[in-house]
């Protein structure tokens, strides 16, 4: 099961990467819809024993919110504005993935110092966890369209949550449930206020850039 | 109880996003903060049992914020009886958000998990969010946008924070305060410190604390005063109570120190800040925005300096609430008058609206903690704690900042009181609804800085006790 763990936190920490590479916005989405999808297998690999039906519960509830209806309403969104390309980060794309890899490299170090305690799965999973974090961070501040901060403070809290996994059995389930409720609540307020910004835009004739369209600063 | 206290103004939220006619809206936000009001003041008499296997609990902590909460729905449901007079505006979802506001914050006051407490502070800041952005225009679009992702960001430093601490309790298997507090001995002393810094910076983020303030003067300068009042005086107050659950915890095991000296240094970055900024500042929401974090500071700090401290800023945490409901109210009501709360525009309050100028008159008094305000108490009290804990240049530096502080205030406020106004006014009468609620506030704030209640004085005194400072 170990090993089965291991991909998984490889595979989110790379799928990051890729988002901090990427700079068509549907493409980011959907980097982000497979992260989460590989997030909420999680579960199934945890246990030693046999898989418990709050495990199930859990991984399913996860991937209806972060695989399906968060990327759904980014969607959502972006369709009727016309800002489906990062233009300008205010970092370049090939500096963004040499200081996300540094990143990478500080995750793994800082997280040398840190003792799990004995029941974690992997010893993979907080190295991947804090680096996830960080990239999440790394996109939310270079990036200067409001989707891609969105989809950057989503990446964090993907890094957050493949590290709660590991220690469910201190978490109830309903809590669990509670902060992907909220998560959901937050993406779902954020697109209602991008698609405000970008009507107040619309209305204003003064503002005829429109390579600046859905940025916020 | 308090299920019905947390579910009561959840379905009155719903019930107003139904096609319901805009006055029923207002009958019905104004009786769900008095239903709201009547039910904490009950528990005043006495505490309510716990519900949901001890995830729900009124402690004397717990009872103060929820006075506060109350308190201030109540005034500002008052308040906007006047307001939506002269508003042509829609209100469903102002008025839906502000019930859905009261209902998590209430959950908040209630919640004794760590994981629940988090969910409600999130939520708290996802309720709040589509109130600042009211009067819809590109700055206050702005304002929520970096409103939202700040917090939003701070907070989920605070979830981090929070499975940090899962971890340092990993013996005892759950999250619930009581239980970590009686496991105390076997709680990881490295993790809980990493979960400290990490609650410290997400909660912190949300009280608005330095270096992480920078969506409150935004956020305020653009909210209509009500949501400023709400904000101010009960939305950064919630996660303060995060702050004192952990102080209990640090209490226990003893961190003390290690959680004392984060505080002081925030506490104190938050009183200079404020003071640097708000000598360049010609607005008087974001003026009061800076004010609000100064007082943040002093909760903070007060909270590091020991059992006196503590005592003031448990008292602050009120005080600031009734200066908060003064200050942003009247600033609503200048805004409302001269559609704008700008130096520039607003001249000459006193000479048109006397009433209102003699509240903004108070509300830099009370603001900046003069005597007889009870501001002037209890920043007093977390003053001479830091004297007391022989941190003579922490106590200087505070009065520094404060002086600072009441002359940028003072030099805002009262060009707006004198001046003649540029062009004639549409004289629009005050309104007695919009002046009670601020004179209530007024009458109270003082009447408690000149003497205080003895149930009052026990309750905070429970409070120190319960959070087993020394």
New interface residues.
Partial sequence: MTSWVDAICIIIVLLSLMILSNYRVAAMIRVFAAQSFALSLLPFFLRTSSISSQDVFLALITMIVKAGLVPFILFWAIRHVSMRSEIKPIIGFGASIIFGAMLIAGAFWVSLSLKLPDRAASDLVLPCSLSTVLLGFMIMVTRTRAVTQVLGYLIMENGIFLFAFSLFDVMPVLIEIGVLLDIFVAVFIMAIVVNHINEEFEKNPACVDRSKMGETF | MLTILILMPFLCGLGVLLPVSKDFRLKLFVAASLCHGLLTASFWKELPASEYNGFLVLDPLGLILLSIISFLFLSVAIFMIGYFKHEPKRNRVFIGCLLFLLSTMSLVAVSY?F??L??AI??T??FS??LI?FH???QS??A???Y??IC??GI?LG??GT?FL??A??NV???LLPVILKGASSL?V??LK?SIIFFIVGYGCKMGLAPTHSWKPEAYGQATGMVGVLMAGALTQCPFLALLRISQICNKTGLTGFYSSILIVSGLLSLVVPAMFILGERNIKRAFAYSSIEHMGLLVLGLGLGAVGLFGSLFHMINNALAKVIMFLTAGSVAQKYGSSKTDDVKGVIHIYPVTGVFLIAALLAGTGVFPFATFHSELLILNAAIISKHYFLAAAGIICLALMFIGIGKIVLGCIHGQPKEPLLARKENIYMNAAIATSVVLLISIGLWMPLPLGKLIRNAVTLVGAV
Avoid: C, D, K, Y
Wanted: glycine share 2%.
């Fill in positions: 998990h994981g629940l988090w969910v999130e939520a800041t996802l969010a589509p952005s819809r225009n590109q679009l702005q929520t946008w970096r939202l992702l939003s960001v989920a979830l981090m499975f899962a971890i309790a990993h298997h759950t999250l990881s490295n993790w990493l």
